[in-house]
């Protein structure tokens, strides 16, 4: 019990935060009193020293204006009323008066140092017998008795301190008694917070363990009304969240990855075990392997697309930075692409403004349109067209390419760039199986270009690709407004 208790206490957070409250609150109890002790006995001293010295210039005056043989008189009345001890001494040291007791063999070196100090100076001086808080303890004044301006004895008189002390005994009581309910009680009320407080790391411990066992689903739903935890919670469910979307992803890329690659591996092992089964002739075998080439080429640009995707997201994706003529790069695909179009009898329709450049890579920015070209010929029906556009706008360039195809349903859209997703269902495809990739590919390289890409389309209205460039040189509008200012001022009739 007593293992398990210390445990609780010094090796959990909570424990620990609970013993620092209860040492903290015990030391500013402890300083409390302390300077409660200190102005209480000063207050006292000062209130006992003033009673003191009243009473002793009362006597004192009586004796300096009696005669010698009239202050065992004064004396005596003087010690009826009194409570305490009264001595006088004569400055020879002989003993002229004591009531009960002697002072000075009471009180020891404090007392006969003010005793000393009263004779030498000719002034009041105070002392206690012992602590002011002891049962015996007496507070002590020496007071200078003069005649014909010299000092002939010295008044010491002592007043008791007991009562005091029974006092104060009782309020140290009252005081330690309450000191400990409250160090009790806040202690409780300490590890209590502590562990309220904590209850939300308790819930995250959980979470955390429930999704480290594969529960990618897990949220954490704490109601804290604390911002600091709040803000906690929601990077942690943000967290688990990116988490399980790219453990997803992972898992749908394996199994599209090795559902693409195992149809064309399939083929191409039972194409080698068919021409394996019996003896062929030199020109047999060369055929089968030209029809090797074929899907062994499918494989490689498969292959080749992955690569290229896992260096997109590992930033490795190589970009040569270079002023390109975007202008003339598009026109030189589209007219790469003519002779293909031509043999489906689709037309492309091209409308690009001349002198736009913009840095980046060259030879990605034309696997790009290549890309988004292929594609939409892929989805174009005969004796229709396809349109290729760039605009220069403000400081960007926005690149079309819209077919006319059967379109692209809505709830298709967001997944259109994801890998290996084909939106078979809606667009049917001319001719061979792609791998779902090279949408995904482009979004990755205009992206590292610092563009956007997206797509507008509505079922049987076809689809538009739309990618957005920063151009870079001068300013374009500012171009336009000078060269409309210039052909003003060269249209405008000489004066």
């Known amino acids: 019990m007593l293992g398990r208790l210390r445990s609780n206490l010094f090796r959990t957070f909570r424990g620990r935060l609970a013993l620092l409250y209860i040492f903290l609150e015990l030391g500013i109890l402890l300083f409390a009193g302390v300077i ?34 009239f202050w065992s008189r004064h004396l005596s009345d003087f010690a009826d009323h009194y409570g305490g001890a009264i001595q006088i001494i004569a400055i020879d040291g002989r003993v002229l008066f004591r009531s009960d007791r002697s002072l000075i063999d009471k009180g020891g070196n404090d007392v006969s140092r003010a005793l000393g100090h009263a004779f030498r ?44 002390r029974a006092v104060l005994n009782l309020l140290y009581m009252i005081g330690g008694f309450l000191g400990l309910i409250s160090i009790i009680i806040s202690s409780a009320a300490g590890y209590f917070m502590a562990k309220q407080a904590l209850e939300p790391i308790n819930e995250i411990t959980k979470t955390a363990r429930a999704v480290a066992a594969g529960d990618l689903t897990r949220r954490l739903k704490s109601r804290s009304q604390d911002k600091e935890l709040q803000i906690l919670v929601r990077v942690l469910n943000k967290m688990f969240a990116d988490l399980e979307t790219s453990f997803q992803a992972q898992k749908r890329f394996t199994a599209d990855a090795s559902h693409e690659l195992r149809l064309p591996l399939t083929i191409l092992k039972g194409e080698i075990e068919v021409a394996l089964r019996h003896p062929r002739s030199a020109e047999e075998y060369q055929q089968i392997l030209r029809q090797q080439i074929g899907t062994i080429d499918r494989i490689q640009r498969i292959v080749n697309d992955l690569l290229t ?91 079309c390419v819209q077919d006319e195809g059967p379109g692209i349903a809505e709830s298709q859209q967001q997944h259109l760039f994801d890998r290996f997703y084909r939106a078979d269902d809606a667009r049917c495809r001319k001719e061979g199986e792609g791998a779902g990739l090279g949408l995904a590919i482009c979004k990755r390289i205009v992206e590292a270009h610092d563009g956007i890409i997206w797509v507008e389309s509505q079922l049987g209205e076809g689809a538009a690709f739309f990618i957005c460039l920063p151009l870079s040189g001068l300013n374009r509008p500012h171009l336009k407004r000078l060269d409309r200012v210039l052909s003003q001022a060269t249209d405008a009739p000489a004066a």
């Open 121 to 164: 100076t000719g002034s009041v001086a105070f002392a206690s017998t012992e602590s002011l808080l002891n049962k015996a303890n007496i507070r002590v004044i020496a007071y200078p008795i003069y005649h014909d301006n010299q000092i002939i004895a010295t008044l010491m008189l002592g007043h008791s301190t007991a009562d005091i």
């Open 36 to 69: 409660l002790y200190t102005a209480l006995s000063n207050r006292i001293y000062a209130e006992v020293d003033e009673e003191l010295s009243a009473q002793a210039t009362s006597l004192a005056n009586k004796l300096e204006s009696s005669p010698f043989y």
């Open 309 to 399: 995707l896992a260096r997109a997201d590992a930033g490795q994706l190589e970009m040569v930075q270079t002023r390109v003529d975007l202008s003339l790069l598009l026109q030189e695909v589209g007219q790469q692409h003519l002779i293909l179009f031509d043999s489906q009898h689709v037309r492309l329709a091209m409308e690009i403004e001349d002198g736009l450049e913009v840095m980046g890579d060259a030879s990605q920015l034309e696997r790009t349109m290549m890309n988004l070209l292929s594609n939409a010929f892929k989805h174009a029906p005969e004796h229709s067209t396809i349109h290729l556009s760039a605009q220069a706008k403000d400081d960007s360039v926005i690149i």
